[in-house]
Each structure stands twice: as structure tokens, then as C-alpha cells.
């Protein structure tokens, strides 16, 4: 599942499968005389770096090995299955120590758990932007960001795949005087609001002196 989804994404970004075995897909993408690289691995178990780049350098085709870029230029996606999340713990540091090694490759490791894999039966790349964008599901990702929800998935293949492109909605821009009144409105501060616009930087003893007198004019009410 996870893996298909982030096959369809490099896909989506203009990455052409150049090359596949068993358990790892190999991605080219051109932009003019700029080449970039992908590798996309599905890791049964968690190995130290070098073991890691041991595995994945024996299996490079040849036409990626022969391009003087592709060590500098290459994304080697590993994919790891937790059967829960709270398991995570007990991987951290292998996670971390694969992520942060900087011989050949850049590494994102993604792991997921099965009810991840539950949250996005049968989407789409497509679908997994459409749901990152939803303002309802972040709030209710923001309220329990545990849970292992649609938009958990989503949120965690964006933060650690940064080349994907984040999508956007275009929305009308409100001036700032306009989201400042409204700040303020909500949180009932607009008698303080009204003092503050009546000064300037030059009269900042007049201003501190006004709010003063408010204060404890409400003190006194």
C-alpha cells in the first residue's frame, strides 16, 4: 500500500522507473541537463547504515552507478512496517542512525503500522494531497495527532519526503489591518487596540501612561 502510493508519487513528480527487483524500485527523473535519482526499498528488517548501503549498492544498475551524479543526486526511500506505532520506541535509534548517516545516499526511512495501511485503503497520491490540504482533518489531527487516521499518513509521508511538493489552495488575502481587527475582536482587547492606534513610536511614554490609566480605570469599575 504505502509502497504503491509512493511509487505513484514519484511518478506524479516526473520520476520514470528505470529499473526494478524484488524488494527495490530505481527512479530517474531529467530536467533539462539536470538528473536526479530515486530509490525506493522496502526494508524487512532495520539493518545499520552500512550494511543498508552494502545491499543497495549491489543492486544499482549499471546506467545509475556510470552517472557521475547519482551518489550526489540520489533519494533512497526505505519503507518499514511496524505492526504497531508504539513500536516505534523500540527502533528509534536504528531509525535515526540510518537517516543520519551521509554516505551515499540521502535517507528517509517511512515507517507505518497496519492500522495506518486501514486509514488509506485504496487511495491515491492524488487522494493523500487532496487530504492534506483538508483544514477539518488537520484540526482533528491537531486534537490527537497519535491516532492513526488518514491524515496521520499523509502529514508523515510529507514530513519526511520534503521533495514532494506541499500542495497549496490559492484563497483571497485579507489586509493585515484587517486580520489584526479581527485578532483583536476575537480576544476582546479592542478598548486597548483603540488606545494603541492613537499613538506612535515617538509618544511611547503617552501610550504606556494611557493604559495605565485603563487599567486601573477597569480596576476602579
Do not use: W
Not at 3 to 13: C, M, P, V
Amino acid at each position: 500500500m504505502i509502497i504503491r502510493i509512493i511509487d505513484n508519487a514519484l511518478i506524479t513528480h516526473k520520476f520514470t522507473k528505470e529499473y526494478e527487483i524484488e524488494h527495490t524500485k530505481f527512479y530517474k527523473r531529467e530536467s533539462g541537463s539536470a538528473i536526479r535519482f530515486a530509490i525506493l526499498h522496502k526494508l524487512d528488517e532495520l539493518p545499520n547504515p552500512a550494511e543498508l548501503n552494502t545491499l543497495i549498492n549491489k543492486s544499482v544498475p549499471g546506467s545509475f552507478a556510470s552517472n557521475p551524479t547519482f551518489k550526489k543526486n540520489c533519494d533512497l526511500i526505505c519503507v518499514y512496517h511496524l505492526n504497531r506505532l508504539a513500536e516505534f520506541k523500540n527502533n528509534e535509534e536504528k531509525i535515526f542512525a540510518l537517516e543520519e548517516d551521509p554516505h551515499f545516499f540521502k535517507k528517509y526511512i517511512l515507517y507505518y503500522s497496519d492500522d495506518e495501511v486501514s486509514a488509506i485503503q485504496d487511495y491515491s497520491y492524488a487522494d493523500l494531497k487532496k487530504t492534506i490540504s483538508d483544514k477539518n482533518l488537520f484540526n482533528s489531527y491537531k486534537d490527537d495527532p497519535l491516532a492513526a487516521t488518514e491524515y496521520s499518513v499523509a502529514a508523515k509521508i510529507f514530513i519526511k519526503l520534503p521533495f514532494l511538493e506541499l500542495p497549496y489552495t490559492q484563497e483571497a488575502l485579507l489586509p493585515l489591518r484587517q486580520q489584526a481587527e479581527k485578532a483583536v475582536t476575537e480576544e476582546d482587547l479592542g478598548e486597548i487596540y483603540t488606545i494603541i492606534q492613537k499613538f506612535t513610536e515617538n509618544n511611547a511614554d503617552e501610550l504606556i501612561k494611557e493604559l495605565i490609566e485603563s487599567e486601573l480605570e477597569n480596576i476602579t469599575n
